[in-house]
């Protein structure tokens, strides 16, 4: 009898385990550089994953979500995988809002680099190698976002286009940088940014809810300590996405760990009374 019930509960905690639908999760940041909110959507480590014709379970939930712009923070392309399902959401992508993308590893190992991003800017999206950009909010100022491809293009590449990306900035505006590697966030909480946005860790695949955050992610190793969620460090915050890949390469299914979109909302402090 009790082998039957533990069945019978292992029967019905198994599909919340392997569940690989979309989830979003929600930040908010509140700031005294900006007079009016921002809204930001992170988007990471797709490998190509398709939801839905063209993209379509993964567009309408971004357009109900409606974001201001969309942050891509590299891997959402993959050199061993077909590139329509991300060249599809790409291009939908593009023309309804302004969207951020940096390198990640995958991307590196395609090769062409400069290609893929001639393509990206074909498409009227905005690669951020260095590059210092400005988002305007809807009722007036606004935030910087900025980034460098990934490490694996080059170390001293990388630490050139993070210095210019953030260490010359003198306009005093909020600044988001996007960069692929959440484990280099000390390194970054070191720059003068406010907001980290980082992919790469996919959730840390498995993980067990209320104990372990993540088991396993590429470049941290076992236990993981920026696997997923919210981190702190020198005033400097930085979200780390579950990414959108359902299942990682050779196939190994997400535990407790569903694909996710991130919604980061940045707000204006509030007055003091």
């Known amino acids: 009898m009790i082998g039957l019930l533990a069945l019978t509960g292992l029967g019905a905690l198994l599909p ?40 379509s379970g993964l567009l309408g939930k971004i357009e109900r979500l409606a974001p201001d712009a ?71 100022g606004g935030i910087a976002i900025c980034g460098a491809d990934d490490p694996l293009a080059g170390k001293k590449r990388f630490m050139r286009q993070l210095q210019s990306a953030l260490q010359s900035q003198s306009d005093g505006l909020y600044t988001v940088l996007i960069s692929h590697r959440p484990e280099l966030f000390r390194l970054y909480a070191k720059m003068r940014c406010d907001l980290v946005l980082a992919g790469h ?46 299942m990682s390469a050779p196939p190994i299914p997400r535990i407790f760990n569903p694909p996710e979109l991130v919604v980061i909302d940045i707000l204006p402090e509030a007055a003091p009374l």
């Open 70 to 140: 969309v942050a891509m923070a590299g891997d959402m392309l993959d050199e061993r995988l077909p590139a329509a399902g991300t060249t599809a959401l790409l291009s939908a992508l593009s023309k309804k809002y302004p969207c951020y993308y940096v390198m990640g590893n995958h991307e590196v190992r395609k090769g062409s680099l400069e290609k893929t991003k001639e393509k990206l800017t074909q498409t009227k999206i905005t690669v951020l190698d260095g590059k210092r950009a400005y988002l305007k909010a809807k009722s007036g």
């Open 201 to 246: 860790s996919h959730g840390g695949q498995w993980r067990v809810p209320f104990l372990i955050n993540g088991v396993f992610a590429p470049h941290q190793g076992l236990l993981p300590k920026y696997a997923g969620g919210v981190y702190g460090e020198n005033g400097v915050n930085m979200v780390v996405s579950r990414g959108l890949v359902r």
């Open 16 to 55: 919340a385990a392997l569940y690989s639908g979309l989830t979003v999760r929600e930040y908010a940041f509140f700031t005294a550089k900006l007079e009016s909110p921002v809204r930001l959507m992170l988007l990471s480590d797709l490998h190509g994953c398709v939801y839905g014709e063209n993209q």
